[in-house]
């Protein structure tokens, strides 16, 4: 069909010789692609923008969870911290120190096992 409109463009009649092979072969060389439609089109900006778009969800869950695992760790040196800057700012008395015995009776009266007090080893 292509072939008979370009024959009659040219002005040539039916009957005239033509090499349509080789002028179709010439041809094939140049497809013309198909219009893509408004639809292909809005298909492709949204599939395009969904993938982005769940890629971005994945990378920022990913940094929530690594920011969540950091707070955790910075609670809990807050927490450990806390009361030991009270007890400096209170000061050292050594009065409060508990001697060994005091911590092996503490020990025995919560119902933990008693801890032996550090051997030195023999010197040969």
């Known amino acids: 069909m ?8 040219a002005g040539f009649a039916e ?12 041809f094939d060389a140049f497809t013309i692609p198909a ?3 408004i ?3 809005s298909a492709s900006v949204v599939s395009d923008f969904l ?12 940094e ?3 920011r969540q695992e950091r707070l955790r760790h910075t609670i809990v040196a807050i927490e450990a911290f806390e009361p030991v800057l009270t007890k400096l700012d ?15 009776e503490t020990k025995r009266r919560r119902g933990d ?5 550090p051997v030195l080893a023999a010197a040969e």
């Open 2 to 9: 292509i072939l008979t409109l370009l024959k009659r463009a």
């Open 15 to 26: 009957n005239d010789l033509i090499p349509t092979e080789e002028f179709a072969s010439e």
């Open 35 to 37: 219009e893509t439609t």
């Open 39 to 41: 639809l292909d089109r």
């Open 51 to 62: 993938s982005l778009a769940r890629a971005e969800k994945d990378r920022l869950e990913t």
């Open 64 to 66: 929530i969870a690594s």
């Open 90 to 104: 209170e000061g050292y008395d050594p009065a409060d120190a508990k001697p060994y015995d005091v911590a092996i």
């Open 113 to 117: 096992k008693p801890f032996r007090k």
